[in-house]
């Protein structure tokens, strides 16, 4: 018994070691997380809030407060605007790669693989192209508007390609 007991301790103390190392390692990970919750959260309480009555003021005060010049928001709407037809031209390839991997590679592979793979990406790009149009009418308009008061726009489409 003394052999094979000896050779189970052996073969065992790796899987014995690793399990022991990753209760450790949770209790470490959760500890992190408490810090940066509480780290967050003290960010949050000491963050400045903007009091305006409305978008436009709120976009002053937001200008004055952060010591922008008119030349850094300039350039700032200069590389969103980059930004912007960057990822509408990555979300048309990837619709026009999505639609060739779809008829080069018929069946369910093909269909899973472009639909989930490159699908989803262009979805994502598409999302951040309305986010940065958002960002461009935001500092065109000098007026802090919401997400579905972008969308609600009039002129939304052409604020989208201009």
Known sequence: MGVASALAKIIAAPYIRLASESVEAGKRVRTAYKQLQELKAEEAASAPLVEAGDECAAFEA????NKWTDEQLAAQRRAIVRAKWAMLATSWVMLCVMLGVILFFP????????????GLGAVICGARTVQCAL????????TLISFRAFLARDDFFHRLIK
């Open 135 to 142: 960002f461009q009418a935001q500092i065109d308009l000098r």
């Open 107 to 118: 069946g369910v592979v093909g269909f899973l693989i472009g639909v989930f793979g490159f």
């Open 62 to 65: 937001l200008f004055v407060h």
